[in-house]
């Protein structure tokens, strides 16, 4: 079976940094179009970055100029850089997987992580 475990969360202040990395099994990892999401109390959960399998990324307007998605191949991880965090960008962050970007873009990935928490102080 398919496993996403994501790990790198913590507490930062306001402008510090953060690299988030999730650790996928059971599938060909290059093959699959994979993103975060994150999900805050009281607010909707949203899509931060994506990255397909030919390596082009898409952004949350929120994040761009600020966070990074990567992958390392040798490694099979997928990474999520953030610099300059805000307050606002608290949240748990999920690692999410699937064959098809339409389906993950649109929040509705086959595989997902349980979640690791970021948070920010002002």
């Known amino acids: 079976d398919v496993q996403l475990v994501e790990s790198g969360g913590g507490s930062v202040q306001a402008g510090g940094s953060l690299r988030l990395s999730c650790a996928p099994s059971?599938?060909?990892?290059?093959?699959?179009?994979m993103g975060w999401f994150r999900r805050s109390p009281g607010k909707n959960p949203s899509g931060v970055a994506f990255?397909?399998?030919?390596?082009?990324?898409t952004y949350a307007d929120s994040v761009k100029g600020r966070f990074t998605i990567s992958k390392d191949i040798a490694k099979n991880t997928l990474y999520l850089q953030m610099n300059l965090l805000k307050p606002e960008d608290s949240a748990m962050y999920y690692c999410?997987?699937?064959?098809?970007?339409?389906?993950?873009?649109?929040?509705?990935?086959?595989?997902w992580g349980q979640g690791t928490q970021v948070t920010v102080s002002s």
């Open positions: 999410a997987a699937d064959s098809s970007c339409l389906w993950l873009e649109r929040g509705h990935p086959e595989y």
């Open positions: 059971g599938y060909t990892y290059s093959s699959y179009c």
């Open positions: 990255v397909d399998s030919d390596g082009s990324t």
